[in-house]
């Protein structure tokens, strides 16, 4: 399973764009982009999944260049709900292993 | 649809007292995953199950552990003669298959050893 290094925290103010970078440089060809969010006290929640180019939902998007090496989330107009834990992992189609890597995480604080 | 429910939300236990840990899965959900999580550390993922199976245990500690999910019923996590290293945020998932989509994860079983 390919390991992912994301940024350890980042601040932001509520009403702007967050763009949170993973770094998979040994992505295989065929794993998937999966994002989580997580609060405190709370299990994680999936936000939004992709393979390549950009993926869009009602809360983020998603932005692969063409050699896959890297991801970014993006979050549109954050507000301080969004304070959050953001987990980057990737993940291959078939075999026995089901299970997900989740590294520490991206700490985002959001201000007033 | 209830989604993932893990009972009980917190379990205190004594050293040496035995905890088991309950996840019902989504409905329609047949593959379950069972993760740990440290207190300011990241998941880490203990075992994965289908109804009767474990599919992957590579994340289990040897010993104390042990996981089911029975044809009828909850998956259950058991730990024996907890010690208190054991503490810790035990977080459910369920998924409609072992890839496609997310992982739908319950509000986990906060455990506490005294």
């Known amino acids: 399973l390919a390991k992912t290094t994301q940024p350890i925290s980042m601040d932001s103010y509520e009403g702007q764009e967050v763009n949170i970078t993973c770094s998979h440089n040994n992505i295989a060809t065929n794993d998937y982009i999966t994002w989580y969010q997580q609060f405190p006290s709370q299990g994680p929640r999936f936000i939004i999944q992709g393979y390549k180019t950009k993926v869009t939902n009602e809360v983020a998007s998603l932005f692969i260049p063409a050699d896959r090496k890297s991801s970014t989330l993006s979050l549109p107009r954050v507000s301080l709900s969004d304070t959050a834990v953001y987990y980057c992992?990737?993940?291959?189609?078939?075999?026995?292993?089901?299970?997900?890597?989740f590294g520490k995480g991206t700490k985002l604080s959001v201000k007033p | 649809n209830a989604g993932v429910m893990q009972n009980p939300r917190h379990l205190v236990r004594r050293r040496g007292q035995e905890a088991r840990l309950r996840c019902s899965p989504m409905k329609g959900h047949s593959h379950v995953y069972w993760y740990r999580q440290l207190p300011e550390e990241g998941l880490k993922f203990m075992v994965y199950?289908?109804?009767?199976?474990?599919?992957?245990e590579s994340g289990m500690p040897k010993e104390r552990f042990s996981a089911e999910f029975p044809k009828e019923g909850p998956s259950i996590l058991r730990i024996q003669q907890v010690v208190r290293g054991d503490s810790a945020a035990y977080f459910c998932?369920?998924?409609?298959?072992?890839?496609?989509?997310?992982?739908?994860f319950g509000s986990g079983t906060r455990l506490t050893v005294v």
């Open positions: 199950l289908q109804k009767e199976n474990i599919i992957d």
């Open positions: 998932a369920s998924s409609l298959d072992s890839f496609l989509g997310g992982y739908t």
């Open positions: 992992l990737v993940k291959g189609y078939g075999g026995s292993q089901g299970n997900l890597i």
